[in-house]
């Protein structure tokens, strides 16, 4: 792996990591809209499974007493059902149509965000919450992109910030381990993508000390914007790639 290589899945992993702090999910989206340009599709969704678990521990550390388990349950039990089944179906499929399937998911995450985001409410319900797991699990099986439908239904049905992140950290650490498990399973998971992992780990620390800071100052809607408006264009490129 060259510098230039290291650099941009760094700073990529960075990014995507601080957004991830602030807001509850958006590594996966960041990292996607990178990586696959620099290694293989496959790789990439596992080194972003593996980043994103590293990222929900060490939060859950300090945050764990807010999980709303009631509320997650739903969601979980669908999610870690579908996400492992994503993964399956994903062995040996053609990686040109999963990166042009990736690229329609983003550009249509963007357009949601920017548009639509603070107009559509959902009610926090277990049958809308075992919804938000299917969707959830199907994407990040698939694209490791999964933390939009499940915000949504959190974001409606939680009584803070703290409650909000707790609980979508926990969701997605049950996930991670269940895709990776899946992945390492079917041999996804190499020694490679363990070396790229350990590779990102300071920058993944460093995105969380970030984030931290300014999870309380920083609106957190706004940034969801922008980061959502470059994925439209980012999800462009890769449909025609």
Do not use: H
Not at 46 to 53: A, I, M, P, Q, R
Not at 135 to 155: K, R, T, W
Not at 166 to 183: D, G, H, K, M
Not at 209 to 221: C, E, I, R, S
């Amino acid at each position: 792996m060259n510098v230039l290589t290291l650099t941009l899945l760094m700073s990529s992993a960075a990014a995507g990591g601080i957004i991830n702090t602030v807001c509850g999910f958006g590594l996966g989206a960041v990292a996607m809209s990178v990586w696959p340009y620099l290694m293989p599709y496959m790789q990439s969704v596992s080194v972003v499974t593996l980043c994103g678990l590293t990222i929900d521990l060490l939060l859950l550390c300090n945050t764990y007493r807010f999980i709303s388990w009631k509320k997650l349950t739903p969601c979980l039990i669908c999610g870690m059902l579908f996400s492992s089944l994503s993964v399956y179906l994903s062995v040996g499929a053609a990686e040109k149509a999963l990166v042009r399937s990736l690229g329609v998911i983003l550009i249509a995450l963007g357009i949601y965000s920017v548009f639509f985001s603070g107009r559509i409410r959902i009610k926090a319900s277990p049958f809308n919450g075992c919804i938000a797991g299917t969707l959830a699990g199907a994407f990040s099986g698939l694209f490791s992109v999964g933390g939009p439908p499940v915000a949504i239904y959190l974001l409606a049905g939680t009584d803070s910030n703290s409650e909000y992140r707790a609980t979508l950290n926990a969701y997605f650490c049950f996930i991670n381990v269940s895709t990776t498990w899946a992945r390492w399973r079917n041999g996804i998971i190499t020694a490679q993508v363990l070396q790229v992992w350990l590779l990102l780990a300071g920058a993944v620390g460093l995105s969380i000390f970030v984030g931290n800071k300014v999870f309380y100052k920083l609106n957190g809607a706004k940034l969801r914007k922008i980061v959502y408006a470059y994925l439209i264009f980012s999800g462009t490129l890769l449909l025609f790639r």
